[in-house]
């Protein structure tokens, strides 16, 4: 006896490892399947039994649920004689819906009056539950046996899909290795580790191709519960990707030294990232590209080749919507109402800022969240915004400057005074 129970344990613990479950869930699986069983050769179709193993002795302890209620919970004989045959079976058994003020049909084999519950248990109260010990048995037939082996197989893959559920979960725009296992359409399946997960077309990048053997980097986008287990959804084109992939191979952006405020994605084709640092002597766009561009070159094989644009973020909206622009350059930016802006490029740039197909301007407009009308001094002045707006602009600096001189010229008189007064 001593020696089956040793393998009995064995034989959780491994399983347990096998599944990489906790111990605790394989063996809650096995009390169900014992209750089943128990159930199955020893007790009547609608009760409620439980067991109980103790995995160090091997006793396993059974008892019978009863729900205890009162007059008040269930239906009297009139209520259920006007109630129609085709009207489904109230059950109650759980308190929150005690509070709703329903009402259940009494089954003997499930609820109990409070009356008989205290010949039982005197402390007991409407609600609860009473327990009934039963006798625990050592034989089962063939039928409960089988019973005991499918519930065991059934509530193995409920709780290893829970598990796989929750842990993905938890890991909700992460990055993972994934091998690629199979192409069924235009859908991609990769293997994850514990699962497969699903690359769905619009998650895929643009001209990307993909076979079997594959290894990739991605993105953990969404977690879906279906009939068949968690569907893992995984991204090749979201913008968070480049994010994570940058934090990966710039140390200071996971130490939040140099922080990534905004990025705009064409994946496959471009991507414009605004970083920012608030450390002094931490140049934000020198990290990101590293030494001899090693980091952002190693984020763009990643990519399969999709170009990167590292550009300054800044609180001041006209330059950071300049940076946005960038590589082209930026004479002015004018502010309109309705979240717009007006760019202000050279003639020679126009074409770079604008972008082939107007992707640039474009990809500028969603990294700054306003929309960008790009035009050359000669456009702008032909509308009469430039003039006015350097005009305003040149006044501005003006005024600023005379308030500087105002503010210094009473510190001078002060350092003179107090010069005199120590050459008396």
Avoid: C
């Amino acid at each position: 006896m001593i020696e089956e129970l040793k393998n009995f344990t064995l034989a959780l613990s491994q399983i347990a490892e096998e599944k990489d479950l906790p111990l605790e869930k394989i063996i809650e699986v096995v009390e169900i399947a014992l209750s089943a069983a128990y159930k199955k050769d020893f007790g009547k179709k609608g009760e409620v039994i439980k067991a109980k193993l103790n995995p160090q002795n091997g006793d396993i302890k059974f008892w019978q649920v009863l729900f205890v209620v009162d007059e008040s919970m269930i239906y009297s004989e009139e209520e259920l004689a006007e109630m129609s045959e085709q009207e489904p079976e109230y059950e109650m058994e759980k308190e929150e819906e005690l509070e709703e003020g329903k009402k259940l049909r009494f089954n003997p084999k499930k609820h109990v009056m409070i009356e008989e519950a205290k010949k039982i248990d005197p402390k007991i109260s409407v609600g609860q539950e009473l327990i009934i010990p039963l006798e625990s048995k050592q034989d089962y037939g063939r039928i409960a046996a089988q019973t005991a082996k499918q519930v065991i197989l059934q509530k193995l893959k409920e709780v290893e899909r829970e598990n796989i559920y929750q842990e993905f979960q938890s890991k909700i725009e992460e990055i993972i290795s994934g091998i690629v296992q199979r192409i069924e359409g235009k859908n991609v399946f990769l293997n994850i580790g514990k699962t497969l997960g699903i690359m769905p077309p619009k998650e895929q990048i643009p001209q990307e191709y993909y076979k079997p053997g594959q290894r990739l980097k991605v993105l953990i986008r969404e977690v879906q519960e279906s009939p068949q287990g968690p569907m893992i959804i995984l991204s090749r084109s979201y913008p968070k990707l480049v994010t994570k992939l940058f934090e990966i191979e710039v140390p200071e952006v996971s130490s939040g030294q140099v922080e990534i405020k905004a990025i705009s994605r064409e994946a496959g084709s471009r991507t414009k990232i605004a970083v920012f640092s608030n450390q002094e002597g931490i140049d934000p766009i020198g990290a990101m590209v590293g030494q001899r561009g090693t980091r952002v070159a190693a984020v763009i094989n990643n990519l399969g080749g999709e170009k990167i644009d590292i550009v300054h973020w800044d609180e001041d909206l006209r330059k950071f919507i300049a940076n946005g622009l960038s590589p082209a350059k930026v004479e002015d930016v004018i502010i309109q109402e309705g979240e717009q802006a007006i760019a202000i490029v050279p003639e020679d740039q126009l074409s770079l800022a604008i972008g082939k197909d107007g992707q640039n301007v474009r990809l500028a407009a969603k990294l700054t969240g306003w929309k960008i009308d790009v035009r050359s001094p000669q456009q702008a002045q032909e509308q009469g915004i430039v003039i006015e707006k350097k005009e305003e602009a040149e006044k501005e600096e003006k005024e600023e400057k005379k308030e500087k001189k105002t503010k210094k010229a009473p510190a001078k008189k002060k350092t003179k005074k107090a010069k005199s007064k120590k050459e008396e």
